[in-house]
C-alpha cells in the first residue's frame, strides 16, 4: 500500500486535533485571573435611569481607569428597568446600545468586563413569580452579547437577599445557566450565594456540578458597621458615625478567619473565586477607609482572589470627580502598591 495516504491521514488528523485545542476555552481560573484588578462602575447603568443618581459614564472614565494599571470594571445594570414587565419582557434597544457603548469602551482599553443584573428588587421581595422574567432577560442578553469575546463575563444576579433565600436561589441557578448556555456554551459566568452574595453563606451555595465555566463571586463589607456608617439606605447607620478601622490584632483576625473560609470552600469545589464588591463609604475617616481596603485587597492577593473594588467616582469612589482626581491612598490600597 502507498504510504502518502497514511501521511494524508496523518496531517489530518493533526490539523482536526489543533483545531480542537485552538477552540478549547480558556482555563477558568486564568480568566478569574486577569479579573485582577478591577473596578465596579456603580451609581450609573443601575439607578433607574443612568444620570439618576449622579453618575452618567464617560468615555475617559475607562481610559483613566486602565491608565491608572486596573484590569477590569464590572458594570452593575438595572436591566429590569428597561424592558417590558409582559413576556417576552423585551429589552429596550436603545438600552442595548448603551451598554454596547459601555462594553466596546472597556474592551478597547483591554479591560475583562463583568456584567450583571442589579437591582432587580422584585426577585428579593417575591422570587418565584419574577424568576420567569428574569430567564427571559437572559435569553436576550445572553443572545445579544453571544459574538462578544471571553472577557465579557456574565453575572447571574447581584445579592440575592430577603425572601430569595438560599434554597430558593440554589435550583434557580441551573435555569438560568439553561439559557445562557444555549447561545453562550463557554462564557464564564459568575454568581453568588444568598444573604447579599455573603462569604458566610458560600457554604449554602449549591452550583450544577458539570457547568465548569462559573467563577464564585462574594461581597465583603465587613464590619458592617464601619463600612457603611451613616450610609442614607441602610437604617439607623448614623449610630455607627465614627467607627475605625485600624487593623487592630482582633479585627484583622476576623478578615484572616472570613477569607480562610472562603479560600477552603473554593479549593474543595475546585472553583475559582472573585470578589466582586468591597469598599468603606465616604462618612467613614479616610484614614481608616485607606488602612481597611489595603487590608481586605491583600487578604484577597494572598489567596489569590482577584477583587473589584466598589466603586468608581460616587460615594465610596476611588476616583473624585469634583477634582478630577483619584484619591492616590484609596487607589494604591487597591493596587495593593503601598
Ligand atoms: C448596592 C449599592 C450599594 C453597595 C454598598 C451594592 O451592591 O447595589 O447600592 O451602594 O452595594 O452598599
Request: net charge negative; with cysteine.
Amino acid at each position: 500500500m502507498s504510504r502518502f495516504p497514511l501521511a494524508l491521514l496523518l496531517a489530518f488528523t493533526l490539523t482536526f486535533a489543533a483545531t480542537l485545542r485552538a477552540a478549547e476555552p480558556e482555563d477558568i481560573f486564568k480568566t478569574a485571573k486577569r479579573l485582577e484588578r478591577g473596578v465596579n462602575l456603580g451609581n450609573a447603568l443601575e439607578a433607574p435611569r443612568e444620570g439618576e443618581w449622579g453618575l452618567t459614564l464617560k468615555a475617559e472614565y475607562f481610559a483613566k481607569i486602565a491608565h491608572a494599571g486596573l484590569r477590569s470594571v464590572r458594570i452593575p445594570i438595572s436591566w429590569s428597568s428597561h424592558a417590558a414587565a409582559e413576556p417576552p419582557y423585551t429589552i429596550d434597544p436603545k438600552f442595548f446600545e448603551r451598554i454596547d457603548w459601555a462594553v466596546d469602551q472597556a474592551l478597547a482599553h483591554k479591560l475583562s468586563v463583568v456584567i450583571n443584573v442589579h437591582h432587580f428588587g422584585e426577585m428579593d421581595s417575591d422570587p418565584e413569580s419574577h424568576l420567569p422574567r428574569l430567564v427571559g432577560l437572559w435569553k436576550q442578553i445572553a443572545t445579544h452579547f453571544r459574538s462578544r469575546p471571553g472577557e465579557v463575563i456574565f453575572e447571574l444576579l447581584n445579592e440575592p437577599h430577603d425572601k430569595l433565600t438560599d434554597e430558593l436561589w440554589n435550583p434557580m441557578i441551573p435555569q438560568l445557566l439553561g439559557v445562557i448556555r444555549e447561545t453562550n456554551p463557554e462564557r464564564a459566568v459568575i454568581v453568588g450565594a444568598g444573604h447579599w452574595n455573603s462569604v458566610h453563606n458560600l457554604e449554602k451555595l449549591k452550583l450544577p456540578a458539570a457547568d465548569r465555566r462559573l467563577i464564585v463571586t462574594f461581597h465583603y463589607y465587613e464590619p458592617l458597621h464601619f463600612t457603611h456608617q451613616a450610609a442614607s439606605w441602610v437604617p439607623e447607620s448614623t449610630k455607627w458615625k465614627g467607627e475605625t478601622w485600624r487593623g487592630t490584632e482582633t479585627q484583622v483576625a476576623v478578615l484572616t478567619k472570613d477569607f480562610d473560609e472562603a479560600a477552603a470552600w473554593a479549593k474543595s469545589q475546585a472553583r475559582p473565586l472573585y470578589l466582586g464588591e468591597f469598599g468603606a463609604y465616604e462618612e467613614a475617616d479616610f484614614e481608616s477607609r485607606v488602612t481597611w481596603t489595603r487590608a481586605v485587597a491583600q487578604a484577597a492577593a494572598q489567596r489569590g482572589i482577584p477583587t473589584c473594588y466598589w466603586e468608581f467616582g460616587a460615594g465610596f469612589g476611588l476616583f473624585d470627580r469634583d477634582a478630577n482626581r483619584w484619591r492616590d491612598a484609596l487607589l494604591q490600597a487597591v493596587l495593593k502598591n503601598k
